[in-house]
């Protein structure tokens, strides 16, 4: 929006890494005692570093009473809508404002196909609409089905037509058992970490983004060997993952997503974790 990085607020989250509703309304009265016009609130659903979800019904509830905007980012963890045992992770959806969703996350398509979805339509023609005579003669909401007066580009690739076009191929039921499936992976492989003694999960999984970290006897520094395990592992091209730093260090991050990853694939990145660690001095 170009309004720079002092324009944003953070809000702590809780020991889940969802927004912390209590702090969110502390945030919000320092803001307005600062001076500050608050305009909006961004809800995850599901947050990027820890698939936490936030509790989009409070929220609402907040941004109701103080006449504020409501945007969730969606990007990735909106697609649980599709499942019938994990939908209730977005529970309150149908009272934000906005909200961006990605197909080419949990909905396998190809990447890019992503959309702004807004609950009142009408209200997307002011935050992209132009005013230029050679290209339009009627006013934007004229022209609902010109996305040039609904986007930022001028021309726009038809990302949609993939995903109609799986959609109408396989039908929905197709994706959601395949999101059921994911979730339940990553659930099932938290299980198994829990039941070990050198591996600790960040947070219980909420949706198929897992966060955990190695532990090694007589090691104090976690947040360098966590980076030196991933490197290692990186390094032996057997598997592939991430680091996320979050409010007590960096953790080992997985994002459980391919049709084809199994819980024995997990374990076994487990124990090629053991493996290079053993190595790290």
């Not at 983004?209 to 060997?225: A, E, M, N, V």
């Amino acid at each position: 929006m170009g309004l720079g990085e002092n324009a944003a607020v953070a809000v702590p989250v809780d020991e889940h890494y969802r927004m912390d509703i209590d702090s969110l309304r502390k945030k919000y009265t320092e803001s307005i005692d600062g001076g500050k016009k608050v305009i909006a609130v961004v809800a995850s659903g599901c947050s990027t570093a820890t698939g936490s979800y936030d509790d989009l019904e409070g929220i609402a509830d907040f941004c109701e009473e103080n006449e504020l905007w409501l945007h969730v980012d969606g990007a990735h963890g909106a697609s649980a809508l599709l499942s019938d045992k994990y939908k209730s992770s977005m529970k309150g959806i149908h009272r934000v404002d906005s909200i961006v969703w990605d197909a080419h996350k949990m909905l396998l398509m190809p990447a890019l196909i992503t959309a702004v979805i807004f609950r009142d339509g009408a209200r997307s023609y002011e935050c992209f609409s132009q005013k230029a005579s050679y290209l339009f003669e009627k006013e934007a909401r004229d022209e609902w089905y010109n996305f040039a007066q609904r986007t930022m580009e001028c021309t726009k690739y038809m990302m949609g037509l993939k995903l109609y076009a799986a959609l109408m191929t396989y039908g929905t039921d197709y994706f959601a058992e395949y999101i059921t499936s994911r979730i339940d992976l990553t659930k099932e492989f938290a299980a198994v970490i829990k039941e070990t003694e050198d591996f600790e999960l960040a947070t219980e999984p909420q949706c198929n983004i897992i966060c955990f970290r190695y532990k090694q006897p007589g090691i104090h520094d976690s947040d360098t060997l966590q980076k030196k395990i991933r490197h290692a592992i990186l390094d032996s091209e057997s598997y592939y993952i991430v680091q996320t730093r979050l409010k007590d260090g960096f953790y080992l991050r997985c994002t459980i997503i391919s049709p084809l990853t199994t819980l024995e694939d997990l374990k076994g990145l487990l124990q090629k974790i053991r493996e290079v660690a053993a190595d790290i001095r």
